[in-house]
């Protein structure tokens, strides 16, 4: 539905690109004329990754933990080296671990704290510095969770996630100058590999989750990565600081606590 050179000439890095929702998004960028990096920590299902995207384009990979900004600024040298310049920024890399608040260890708490909050501020201080406030142009992009109303059961991400999108709002408002729009897309339950890592008795509770959603349904990949396509769009040229909701109305609608009591029975 997009004109097919909507991102031709324009470079995009899409971190957590070689799974799931991320590679998805990278997908998307490339079959619509942008140069893509990709990073994540495991080299090799990276590598994979870079050399099925380059069926569309332009594909360049390289490990990076987004929690270590001495391995972010080589990803920019990376970038440097490669493209020249950086136009689109798409902090996808992220997850956590199912758990009551009261089960959190302080090292489960920090692996997510420091992967899903600490890591996206690197990574777009680093872009920012590197290419969009040099170029006076820019696009950030945050994928965070539905956590509006709370995440019990994952304490952990809600509060990373609701300081991203909070981020998000501080970001625009700083880097308006610079002609560099920030914005978050806040996916709810999404069918991608990234579900394969849940085991029971959480697989039965998506499936519940399922039921309870107002559309009956999961939302897709495709479905993330159009939003995406969106707000790093010329399209959404006069939107940013905002948070793009693509959960079927899960911020809406259901009782997540109630989920959490079957789970912890
Ligand atoms: C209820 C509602 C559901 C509702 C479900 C609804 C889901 C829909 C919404 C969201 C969906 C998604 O995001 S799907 C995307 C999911 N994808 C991912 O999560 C993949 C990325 N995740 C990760 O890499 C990890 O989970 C993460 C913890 C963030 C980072 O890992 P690290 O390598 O840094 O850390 P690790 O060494 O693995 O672990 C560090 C510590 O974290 C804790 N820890 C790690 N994994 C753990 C686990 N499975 N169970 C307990 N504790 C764990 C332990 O204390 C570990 O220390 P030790 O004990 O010493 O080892
Ligand atoms: N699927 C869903 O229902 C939903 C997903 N989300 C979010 O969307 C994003 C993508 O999820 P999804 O594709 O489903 O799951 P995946 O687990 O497939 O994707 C996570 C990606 O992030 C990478 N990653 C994780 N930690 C780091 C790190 N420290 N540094 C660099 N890369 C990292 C992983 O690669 P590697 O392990 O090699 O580092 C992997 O490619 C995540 O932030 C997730 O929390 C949000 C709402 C719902």
């Avoid at 009261?102 to 708490?109: E, F, I, M, V, Y």
């Amino acid at each position: 539905m997009y004109v097919p050179d909507l991102f031709a000439g324009k470079t995009a890095l899409v971190t957590g690109g070689r799974s799931g929702i991320g590679y998805g998004i990278a997908e998307a960028l490339l079959k619509l004329g942008a140069r893509v990096c990709i990073c994540a920590r495991k080299p090799e299902p990276l590598a994979a990754a870079a050399a099925a995207l380059a069926k569309h384009g332009t594909c360049v990979a390289r490990p990076c933990d987004i929690r270590n900004s001495e391995e972010v600024e080589a990803l920019a040298d990376l970038i440097q080296t490669e493209f020249g310049r950086l136009d689109i920024l798409v902090n996808n890399a992220g997850g956590q671990f199912p758990g009551l608040a009261r089960q959190l260890t302080d090292k489960g708490w920090n692996a997510v704290i420091n992967t899903n909050l600490n890591g996206t501020f690197y990574v777009s201080r680093i872009m920012a510095e590197r290419f969009f406030i040099p170029q006076q142009e820019g696009n950030i992009v945050n994928i965070i969770v539905n956590m509006l109303r709370g995440f019990p059961g994952m304490a952990h991400t809600g509060a990373a996630r609701a300081g991203v999108e909070n981020l998000t709002k501080s970001l625009a408002q700083e880097w308006a100058r610079y002609h560099v729009r920030v914005n978050s897309v806040a996916p709810g339950t999404i069918i991608s590999s990234g579900l394969e890592t849940y085991a029971e008795p959480v697989k039965a509770l998506l499936d519940r989750m399922k039921q309870d959603n107002l559309m009956q349904r999961h939302g897709t990949v495709e479905e993330v990565a159009n939003a995406v396509l969106f707000l790093a769009s010329p399209l959404a040229s006069y939107t940013s600081g905002t948070t793009l909701y693509v959960d079927g109305m899960d911020h809406l609608h259901g009782n997540r606590m109630r989920m959490v009591d079957m789970f912890r029975k």
